[in-house]
């Protein structure tokens, strides 16, 4: 869904170039599990191919042999599910990868039978799932960062326990023994905090979700099948996450302060999580929700669901996808001068979720474009607008046509 999503983004995006030689990094529309939707197998026969096509149809990618096209996979363990053909992976492997799971670990942790690592920081960009924030809860949550909450921690949802109808399915224990569904987090949670006073904590599901995540001062926001929808779950609703995702980096961590606004638990201390929860104070707790009242919308895409309350466009999970490639931009470009990269990298961080990215290494967004946005058809349907040349389409591996290849974006001004 994300590659879907973000393809129309960029369409109708001011950071769209139709002149591919003004083009900072090149997008590959393709919708990786969406449109080729089976096992890992078939899904990297569906990535070598796009790529042996992108190679032959354009010179771009030779000309950094891949280093400025970026590649949206979104299996529930990201790259580590695409990772089993190596011709595939050499193939791509110089890319940037946009991804929901980002995993540093070993993969036999996720039953893979390889320990190579699926994401590669500094590298591949991590984003939020792409979850419209639902009006209701939203607002209601923004009335609610600065009152009380009775509940000092909740987690409810699927845990997957042994014995249930859901374990056989991604329930079983991984090589290391164990379980695979949320790397056992959910369901040590469960097992070891249900009856402690003042946590509010159930396996399943049950019709009291919304209200007693609204009603909780901190929220677990633990992996599931892979990557999870728990922190923006949460920080739209005004509940602190409680981060238990060993070797995961959050969605553009390396900008937005998670320290900040959430807080991270390794998965060894889940038994030392009361003491750990009770010793924060309630100032630091007000501080906090002062920072989720600015990075909720960081977190969700409101230039593509709408907006919820008063955030724009400069301030979305968009907005934020552009600045970590203009961090990666400057970089690859440092690198090939020899410069000093940390000093740049850390130009890029944003001291609070509440600061603007405006004035922030140079930012300065594009000029709205002024040529017409085309929506071509699938499916052998009518060009809206007939002055952009004729798209060639890719079959995927069901005989289904996908989007036009093409998707330049330029992240930089012209005078940098």
């Avoid at 080729?36 to 771009?60: D, H, N």
């Avoid at 609610?144 to 949802?157: A, E, H, K, V, W």
């Amino acid at each position: 869904m994300a590659g879907r999503f973000l393809h129309a983004r960029l369409l109708a995006s001011e950071f769209r170039t139709a002149d591919a030689t003004e083009a900072d990094f090149f997008f590959v529309p393709i919708w990786g599990r969406a449109a080729a939707f089976g096992p890992p197998r078939q899904r990297s026969k569906y990535i070598l191919q796009t790529y042996e096509y992108v190679r032959q149809m354009w010179p771009y990618w030779d000309l950094n042999n891949g280093t400025d096209h970026l590649w949206v996979i979104t299996d529930d363990h990201g790259a580590c599910d695409e990772f089993n053909d190596m011709k595939m992976v050499k193939s791509i492997e110089n890319s940037i990868f946009i991804t929901h799971f980002g995993y540093t670990g070993g993969r036999r942790a996720y039953g893979h039978p390889t320990n190579a690592g699926c994401f590669r920081e500094g590298h591949d960009v991590v984003i939020p799932p792409p979850i419209p924030a639902r009006p209701e809860f939203a607002i209601t949550a923004n009335a609610l960062r600065y009152s009380d909450r009775p509940t000092l921690f909740f987690f409810g949802g699927d845990a997957r326990m042994k014995g249930s109808e859901m374990y056989e399915w991604g329930g079983r224990n991984g090589m290391d023994g164990v379980p695979v569904y949320s790397h056992g987090v959910r369901q040590l949670v469960v097992q070891s905090l249900s009856n402690e006073p003042n946590f509010t904590v159930w396996a399943g599901h049950q019709k009291t979700y919304e209200q007693d995540i609204s009603r909780a001062q901190f929220c677990l926001a633990p992996t599931g099948a892979g990557w999870g929808i728990r922190v923006v779950e949460e920080v739209t609703r005004g509940c602190i996450p409680v981060i238990i995702q060993d070797n995961v980096t959050q969605a553009f961590e390396e900008i937005l302060p998670y320290a900040k606004f959430s807080v991270r638990v390794s998965e060894a201390d889940i038994p030392r999580l009361p003491e750990i929860l009770r010793n924060i104070t309630q100032s630091q707790v007000q501080q906090m929700r002062k920072e989720l009242s600015c990075v909720w919308k960081r977190l969700t895409w409101s230039s593509v669901y709408g907006q919820i309350e008063d955030e724009d466009e400069t301030q979305d999970a968009f907005a934020l996808l552009m600045h970590t490639l203009r961090m990666r931009l400057v970089a690859y470009r440092s690198a090939k001068i020899s410069l000093n990269l940390s000093s740049n990298a850390q130009d890029f961080k944003l001291l609070s979720a509440c600061d603007s990215l405006t004035g922030i290494s140079g930012f300065e967004a594009p000029d709205k474009p002024t040529w017409l946005l085309c929506h071509v058809k699938i499916n052998g349907g009518p060009d809206e607008c007939m002055a952009q040349p004729k798209w060639h389409f890719i079959n995927d591996f069901r005989g289904r046509r996908s989007w036009p290849p093409g998707g330049a974006a330029a992240v930089s001004r012209p005078n940098w």
